[in-house]
Nanobody
Framework: QVQLVESGGGLVQAGGSLRLTCAAS????????MGWYRQAPGKQRELVAT???????NYADSVKGRFIISRDNAKNAVYLQMNSLKPEDTAVYYC??????????????WGQGTQVTVSS
């Protein structure tokens, strides 16, 4: 069984910073892509940032220059440093990871989500 557990969300004023952490645990052979998505009330879930196992990154245009994704492969963890936060960044943030429990089996997993609220 594989689990993704997020932490680090909260309430922050506009212009502030938060750091989200997601740790994967369970029967893990390897992890391919890891990333963060978010869903604001009444909106569809959208990509925020992703990182490949080779450290390639992809960011949504709305967060480029403000957010930084990183990962620690030894800890099966991915992080999202969020700077210069704006009220429009308010959403539930979800961790997502492509995990192999065996070499030939790849499954996408989601975390339970962590709330980020940015006040103006």
């Amino acid at each position: 069984q594989v689990q993704l557990v997020e932490s680090g969300g909260g309430l922050v004023q506009a212009g502030g910073s938060l750091r989200l952490t997601c740790a994967a645990s369970g029967s893990i052979f390897s992890i391919d892509d890891m990333g963060w998505y978010r869903q604001a009330p009444g909106k569809q879930r959208e990509l925020v940032a992703t990182m490949t196992s080779g450290s390639g990154t992809n960011y949504a245009d709305s967060v480029k220059g403000r957010f930084i994704i990183s990962r620690d492969n030894a800890k099966n963890a991915v992080y999202l440093q969020m700077n210069s936060l704006k009220p429009e960044d308010t959403a539930v943030y979800y961790c997502n990871a492509a995990i192999r429990t065996e070499p030939i089996f790849l499954t996408w997993y989601w975390g339970q989500g962590t709330q980020v609220t940015v006040s103006s």
